[in-house]
């Protein structure tokens, strides 16, 4: 079964900066596109952005010029660089395969790691 940790969040002020890793265990690393995903409280999860097998991107339109999502296939990991940082970033963020990983036909993610934007 595919391990999913995220870490890397944590307290920044508004226009800081943070980058968030996710190690991804089992699966085949090097030939999955990957996207990473936030939820803030009460709503439900948002696409951040996505990157290919290959290194193409795209973005969600908020996060546009401000985030930058990269990968180390030989450390299996997913990064997500985010810069001027806003208050509308506060969530808790996760990583994923895309689309998401199942086991037994549930959605399996990681724990997600903790954002807060404080102005």
């Known amino acids: 079964q595919v391990q999913l940790v995220e870490s890397g969040g944590g307290l920044v002020q508004a226009g800081g900066s943070l980058r968030l890793s996710c190690v991804v265990s089992?699966?085949?690393?090097?030939?999955?596109?990957f996207g990473w995903f936030r939820q803030a409280s009460g709503k439900s999860r948002d696409v951040v952005g996505a990157?290919?097998?290959?290194?193409?991107?795209v973005y969600a339109d908020s996060v546009k010029g401000r985030f930058t999502i990269s990968r180390d296939n030989a450390k299996s990991t997913v990064y997500l660089e985010m810069n001027n940082l806003e208050d509308g970033d506060t969530a808790v963020y996760s990583c994923?395969?895309?689309?998401?990983?199942?086991?037994?036909?549930?959605?399996?993610w990681g724990q997600g790691t903790q954002v807060t934007v404080s102005s």
């Open positions: 994923n395969r895309v689309p998401p990983y199942k086991w037994a036909g549930t959605e399996t």
């Open positions: 089992g699966g085949t690393f090097s030939r999955t596109d």
């Open positions: 990157i290919s097998s290959g290194g193409q991107t």
